[in-house]
Protein backbone atom coordinates (compact mmCIF):
# COMPACT_ATOMS: atom_id res chain seq x y z
CA UNK A 1 0.00 0.00 0.00
CA UNK A 2 1.19 3.42 0.06
CA UNK A 3 0.23 6.74 1.73
CA UNK A 4 -0.06 10.16 -0.03
CA UNK A 5 -0.15 12.96 1.42
CA UNK A 6 -1.32 15.89 -0.63
CA UNK A 7 -1.75 19.46 -0.27
CA UNK A 8 -2.82 21.79 -0.37
CA UNK A 9 -6.05 20.71 0.24
CA UNK A 10 -7.91 23.16 -1.09
CA UNK A 11 -7.95 26.79 -2.27
CA UNK A 12 -9.32 30.01 -3.99
CA UNK A 13 -7.36 31.89 -6.40
CA UNK A 14 -7.80 34.73 -8.72
CA UNK A 15 -7.31 34.85 -12.76
CA UNK A 16 -3.91 34.52 -13.92
CA UNK A 17 -2.35 33.60 -11.01
CA UNK A 18 -0.76 30.21 -10.80
CA UNK A 19 -0.97 27.23 -8.12
CA UNK A 20 1.17 24.64 -7.22
CA UNK A 21 0.01 21.18 -5.40
CA UNK A 22 2.31 18.65 -4.22
CA UNK A 23 2.14 15.08 -3.56
CA UNK A 24 4.50 13.51 -0.89
CA UNK A 25 4.50 9.53 -1.38
CA UNK A 26 5.57 7.36 2.24
CA UNK A 27 7.19 4.69 -0.59
CA UNK A 28 9.10 5.07 -3.64
CA UNK A 29 7.09 4.59 -6.69
CA UNK A 30 8.54 4.59 -10.81
CA UNK A 31 5.21 6.06 -11.80
CA UNK A 32 3.29 8.93 -10.56
CA UNK A 33 -0.15 9.83 -12.26
CA UNK A 34 -1.68 13.15 -12.07
CA UNK A 35 -5.60 12.89 -12.92
CA UNK A 36 -8.30 16.11 -13.06
CA UNK A 37 -12.01 15.97 -11.98
CA UNK A 38 -14.28 19.01 -13.36
CA UNK A 39 -17.41 20.05 -11.02
CA UNK A 40 -19.56 16.47 -11.43
CA UNK A 41 -17.26 14.80 -13.47
CA UNK A 42 -15.32 11.80 -13.70
CA UNK A 43 -11.36 11.75 -13.80
CA UNK A 44 -9.44 13.01 -16.66
CA UNK A 45 -5.67 11.73 -16.69
CA UNK A 46 -3.20 15.29 -16.99
CA UNK A 47 -0.14 13.10 -17.65
CA UNK A 48 2.11 10.46 -16.01
CA UNK A 49 5.30 11.59 -13.91
CA UNK A 50 8.23 9.31 -14.06
CA UNK A 51 11.38 10.05 -11.87
CA UNK A 52 13.96 11.51 -14.26
CA UNK A 53 12.17 12.04 -17.35
CA UNK A 54 9.66 14.72 -18.74
CA UNK A 55 6.36 13.85 -17.75
CA UNK A 56 3.88 12.17 -20.56
CA UNK A 57 0.78 14.34 -20.93
CA UNK A 58 -2.70 13.08 -22.22
CA UNK A 59 -4.12 14.58 -25.41
CA UNK A 60 -5.48 18.58 -24.42
CA UNK A 61 -2.89 18.90 -21.68
CA UNK A 62 0.25 20.49 -22.09
CA UNK A 63 3.46 21.42 -20.04
CA UNK A 64 2.95 25.15 -20.53
CA UNK A 65 -0.16 25.17 -18.68
CA UNK A 66 0.40 21.86 -16.30
CA UNK A 67 4.00 22.21 -15.48
CA UNK A 68 5.10 18.97 -13.21
CA UNK A 69 8.08 18.06 -11.63
CA UNK A 70 9.03 14.82 -10.39
CA UNK A 71 12.74 15.35 -8.33
CA UNK A 72 12.66 11.87 -6.47
CA UNK A 73 10.72 8.61 -6.01
CA UNK A 74 8.65 9.98 -3.18
CA UNK A 75 7.23 13.56 -4.16
CA UNK A 76 5.97 15.35 -7.34
CA UNK A 77 4.06 18.68 -8.06
CA UNK A 78 1.76 19.88 -10.50
CA UNK A 79 1.42 23.52 -11.61
CA UNK A 80 -1.46 25.19 -12.33
CA UNK A 81 -0.55 27.94 -14.63
CA UNK A 82 -2.01 31.39 -15.86
CA UNK A 83 -5.41 29.79 -14.41
CA UNK A 84 -9.21 30.86 -15.43
CA UNK A 85 -12.36 29.70 -13.75
CA UNK A 86 -12.39 26.53 -16.25
CA UNK A 87 -9.75 25.80 -14.27
CA UNK A 88 -11.78 24.96 -11.28
CA UNK A 89 -11.43 21.21 -10.34
CA UNK A 90 -10.18 18.75 -7.80
CA UNK A 91 -6.49 17.70 -9.04
CA UNK A 92 -5.67 13.86 -7.90
CA UNK A 93 -2.30 12.53 -7.57
CA UNK A 94 -2.02 8.92 -7.50
CA UNK A 95 0.19 5.97 -7.67
CA UNK A 96 0.34 2.57 -8.31
CA UNK A 97 2.29 0.97 -5.09
CA UNK A 98 4.74 -2.38 -5.48
CA UNK A 99 3.14 -5.42 -8.31
CA UNK A 100 -0.39 -4.60 -7.28
CA UNK A 101 -2.39 -2.70 -10.09
CA UNK A 102 -4.51 -0.77 -7.77
CA UNK A 103 -4.11 2.90 -7.89
CA UNK A 104 -3.64 4.65 -4.42
CA UNK A 105 -5.22 8.45 -4.38
CA UNK A 106 -4.02 11.99 -2.41
CA UNK A 107 -7.13 13.42 -0.95
CA UNK A 108 -6.99 16.03 -3.79
CA UNK A 109 -6.84 19.42 -3.78
CA UNK A 110 -10.13 21.34 -4.93
CA UNK A 111 -9.01 24.30 -6.46
CA UNK A 112 -11.72 27.63 -7.46
CA UNK A 113 -10.61 30.42 -9.47
CA UNK A 114 -12.54 33.38 -9.21
CA UNK B 1 -9.02 5.93 -24.82
CA UNK B 2 -11.64 3.95 -23.52
CA UNK B 3 -13.45 5.11 -20.72
CA UNK B 4 -16.11 3.13 -18.71
CA UNK B 5 -20.12 4.34 -18.26
CA UNK B 6 -21.63 4.15 -15.19
CA UNK B 7 -25.25 3.73 -15.19
CA UNK B 8 -27.21 4.74 -13.20
CA UNK B 9 -26.15 7.97 -12.98
CA UNK B 10 -27.48 8.48 -9.63
CA UNK B 11 -29.29 5.66 -7.12
CA UNK B 12 -31.15 6.40 -3.85
CA UNK B 13 -32.09 3.63 -2.02
CA UNK B 14 -32.94 3.18 2.21
CA UNK B 15 -30.97 1.48 4.67
CA UNK B 16 -30.67 -2.12 4.26
CA UNK B 17 -31.56 -2.56 0.79
CA UNK B 18 -29.08 -3.38 -1.98
CA UNK B 19 -27.56 -1.06 -4.49
CA UNK B 20 -26.62 -2.50 -7.85
CA UNK B 21 -24.42 -0.01 -10.18
CA UNK B 22 -23.35 -1.10 -14.48
CA UNK B 23 -20.38 -0.30 -16.26
CA UNK B 24 -19.81 -0.59 -19.38
CA UNK B 25 -16.31 0.03 -21.77
CA UNK B 26 -15.09 -0.64 -24.97
CA UNK B 27 -11.96 -2.30 -25.80
CA UNK B 28 -10.56 -5.15 -24.53
CA UNK B 29 -9.19 -5.29 -20.48
CA UNK B 30 -6.88 -6.72 -18.40
CA UNK B 31 -8.39 -6.08 -15.70
CA UNK B 32 -11.54 -3.89 -14.41
CA UNK B 33 -12.05 -2.02 -10.64
CA UNK B 34 -14.35 -0.45 -8.81
CA UNK B 35 -13.47 3.00 -6.58
CA UNK B 36 -15.48 4.93 -4.19
CA UNK B 37 -15.35 8.51 -3.37
CA UNK B 38 -16.71 10.60 -0.98
CA UNK B 39 -17.48 14.22 -0.79
CA UNK B 40 -15.17 14.72 -4.40
CA UNK B 41 -11.90 13.49 -2.21
CA UNK B 42 -9.61 11.19 -2.84
CA UNK B 43 -10.79 7.93 -4.65
CA UNK B 44 -10.44 4.27 -2.25
CA UNK B 45 -10.09 1.33 -3.88
CA UNK B 46 -12.84 -1.61 -3.72
CA UNK B 47 -12.23 -4.59 -5.85
CA UNK B 48 -10.31 -5.67 -8.76
CA UNK B 49 -11.39 -8.14 -10.88
CA UNK B 50 -9.37 -9.66 -13.48
CA UNK B 51 -10.61 -10.51 -17.57
CA UNK B 52 -10.78 -14.22 -16.32
CA UNK B 53 -13.06 -13.91 -13.92
CA UNK B 54 -16.27 -13.59 -13.81
CA UNK B 55 -17.50 -12.79 -9.91
CA UNK B 56 -15.66 -11.63 -7.41
CA UNK B 57 -16.83 -10.82 -3.61
CA UNK B 58 -15.15 -8.54 -0.96
CA UNK B 59 -17.35 -8.18 1.83
CA UNK B 60 -20.56 -6.96 0.97
CA UNK B 61 -19.45 -6.38 -2.07
CA UNK B 62 -19.80 -8.03 -5.13
CA UNK B 63 -18.93 -7.53 -8.98
CA UNK B 64 -19.35 -9.56 -11.71
CA UNK B 65 -17.73 -9.30 -15.05
CA UNK B 66 -18.75 -10.12 -18.46
CA UNK B 67 -16.24 -9.85 -21.10
CA UNK B 68 -18.39 -10.70 -24.27
CA UNK B 69 -20.73 -7.77 -23.01
CA UNK B 70 -18.26 -5.60 -21.56
CA UNK B 71 -19.53 -5.01 -19.06
CA UNK B 72 -19.61 -5.18 -15.04
CA UNK B 73 -21.90 -4.42 -12.24
CA UNK B 74 -21.02 -3.75 -8.30
CA UNK B 75 -23.26 -4.97 -5.91
CA UNK B 76 -23.74 -3.58 -2.50
CA UNK B 77 -25.53 -5.53 -0.01
CA UNK B 78 -27.47 -4.27 2.95
CA UNK B 79 -26.47 -1.06 2.54
CA UNK B 80 -25.71 1.95 5.64
CA UNK B 81 -25.70 5.21 5.25
CA UNK B 82 -22.03 5.06 5.47
CA UNK B 83 -22.35 4.33 1.74
CA UNK B 84 -23.49 7.01 0.28
CA UNK B 85 -20.30 8.61 -2.03
CA UNK B 86 -19.76 8.08 -5.67
CA UNK B 87 -18.50 4.93 -7.23
CA UNK B 88 -16.56 4.53 -10.57
CA UNK B 89 -15.63 1.85 -12.44
CA UNK B 90 -11.90 1.83 -13.87
CA UNK B 91 -10.72 -0.32 -16.82
CA UNK B 92 -6.25 -0.28 -17.49
CA UNK B 93 -5.40 2.08 -20.12
CA UNK B 94 -3.10 1.62 -23.22
CA UNK B 95 0.40 0.80 -22.12
CA UNK B 96 1.86 4.08 -23.41
CA UNK B 97 0.28 5.25 -19.74
CA UNK B 98 1.64 2.30 -17.63
CA UNK B 99 -0.75 1.49 -14.94
CA UNK B 100 -3.20 4.82 -15.69
CA UNK B 101 -6.72 3.72 -15.52
CA UNK B 102 -9.83 5.50 -17.20
CA UNK B 103 -12.32 6.13 -14.95
CA UNK B 104 -16.00 5.97 -15.71
CA UNK B 105 -18.58 8.58 -15.36
CA UNK B 106 -19.97 7.41 -11.87
CA UNK B 107 -22.98 6.96 -9.78
CA UNK B 108 -23.60 8.90 -6.96
CA UNK B 109 -24.89 6.38 -4.67
CA UNK B 110 -27.02 8.26 -1.66
CA UNK B 111 -28.28 5.72 1.10
CA UNK B 112 -31.11 7.35 3.51
CA UNK B 113 -32.06 5.97 6.85
Known amino acids: SAVISQKPSRDICQRGTSLTIQCQVDSQVTMMFWYRQQPGQSLTLIATANQGSEATYESGFVIDKFPISRPNLTFSTLTVSNMSPEDSSIYLC???????????FGSGTQLSVL | SQQGEEDPQALSIQEGENATMNCSYKTSINNLQWYRQNSGRGLVHLILIRSNEREKHSGRLRVTLDTSKKSSSLLITASRAADTASYFCATDADANSGYALNFGKGTSLLVTP
Open chain 1, 94 to 104: SVVAGSNEKLF
